[in-house]
């Protein structure tokens, strides 16, 4: 990509004679539309490799997470290259459905952002990103973050936003079934303090994965936007704990 914007720079230049204004105009129109090429081709990468993925971890996933990211970035000051392309890279290969493999996604996200050519330091920050963006990662290093950044927490936000509310709800019932596991057992108790391995291999009822999970998420979330959609978010996944209960024990 650099290779091609020193190209347009000299042609330009020596070419048509520019004057300085409208130099930094076309300079800026050509880099804008190479981003623009870039996220395009992102995009349509992404989408052809979650082909046939689990219903709750496909490109529909992810576009929502694009979007809440564009959202929760407007009140936030951003990369917006980083944080679009963070959004469009973070389940590219997720560890949960490779074996438990946490490197393939990273490794895949920087060769496919190198075969771009997209500059070192935003690839960097965008492997940063997927490495660090998950919940047992968190579970990782308690209290103190492995790695922080603005465009990080717009993305880890984003993600999270779509693990809760009534698609958090649905996307938590679609991967237990794709797991096979009972979506209930009162006998089992939820484990509220989980270290990364044991969260790993919980094979546990679809429930439970609200008390591990879902409802911690509202407490844990960086950005203004973010805290707000998650408190509301919150209160539905309440409502629908409370409703499941009931017509459980056949109360309603
Ligand atoms: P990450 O560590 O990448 O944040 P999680 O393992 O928390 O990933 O899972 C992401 C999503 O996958 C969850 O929000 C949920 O929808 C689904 N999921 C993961 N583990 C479970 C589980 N044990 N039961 C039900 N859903 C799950
Ligand atoms: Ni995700």
Same mark, same amino acid.
């Given at each position: ?50 082909? $046939?993925?689990? $219903? ?19 009140? %936030? ?42 500059? %070192? ?21 308690? $209290? ?6 603005? %465009? ?79 408190? %509301? ?20």
């Amino acid at each position: 990509m650099k290779e091609n914007a020193r190209q347009y720079l000299t042609d330009d230049v020596s070419g048509k004679n520019l004057t300085k204004t409208s130099f930094y105009k076309e300079v800026f129109l050509f880099c804008s539309m190479d981003k623009q090429q870039v996220i395009k081709r992102t995009r349509a990468y992404v989408k052809k490799t979650l082909q $046939g993925a689990e $219903g709750g971890h496909d490109w529909f996933h992810i576009e929502r997470v694009y979007h809440n990211a564009l959202l929760i970035a407007r009140g %936030e000051e951003v990369n917006l290259f980083i944080v679009e392309l963070g959004a469009l890279l973070h389940d590219i290969a997720d560890s949960k459905f490779h074996d438990g493999n946490e490197q393939i996604g990273p490794q895949k996200a920087a060769a496919f952002l190198q075969s771009l050519e997209i500059d %070192e330091e935003i690839t960097d920050h965008i492997v940063k990103i997927i490495k660090n963006i998950s919940f047992k990662s968190s579970l990782d290093h308690k $209290g103190s973050q492995k790695f922080n950044s603005p %465009e990080f927490r717009v993305v880890q936000d984003a993600d999270r936003l779509d693990a809760i509310g009534a698609i958090g709800i649905a996307r938590a019932f679609n991967y237990g079934g794709f797991k096979n596991r009972l979506m209930y057992d009162p006998d089992i108790l939820p484990k509220l303090e989980q270290d990364k391995e044991s969260y790993k291999k919980s094979k546990a009822p679809t429930i439970n994965h609200f008390y591990e999970k879902l409802l911690l998420l509202k407490d844990k979330m960086n950005t203004r936007t973010g805290k707000k959609i998650a408190k %509301e978010r919150h209160v539905f996944m309440e409502q629908f704990l409370q409703q499941f209960y009931a017509e459980w024990e056949g109360k309603v």
